[in-house]
């Protein structure tokens, strides 16, 4: 018998900013809020809150994770790719 996987994750990319954080990031801790943050929001992509703004541009969300002190700004395209700026 097949075995049943769970839902389909979103699959996240980086913004050029983005990009550039992930190469300065040096501790495991802030790696590891960081995977926490990013699998949280892979899962479930609405889980952010809404950024007001105009309807001309994306969809902002905002995902702050206080515990783990991490913040990431994304929005999400119509095939579930997450695109995210982070704060760690």
Do not use: C, N
């Not at 018998?1 to 913004?15: E, K, L």
């Amino acid at each position: 018998m097949p075995r049943q996987h769970g839902p389909r994750r979103a699959r996240i990319t980086f913004s050029d900013s983005a990009a550039k954080q992930l190469e300065s990031l040096t501790s495991d801790a802030e790696i590891h809020a960081l995977d926490r943050a990013l699998v949280v929001v892979s899962v479930d992509p609405d889980v952010g809150e809404p950024i007001p703004g105009s309807a001309a541009g994306p969809r902002l969300r905002e995902y702050a994770d206080d515990v783990e002190r991490v913040r990431l700004l994304y929005w999400v395209t119509a095939l579930k790719t997450v695109v995210a700026y982070i704060e760690v």
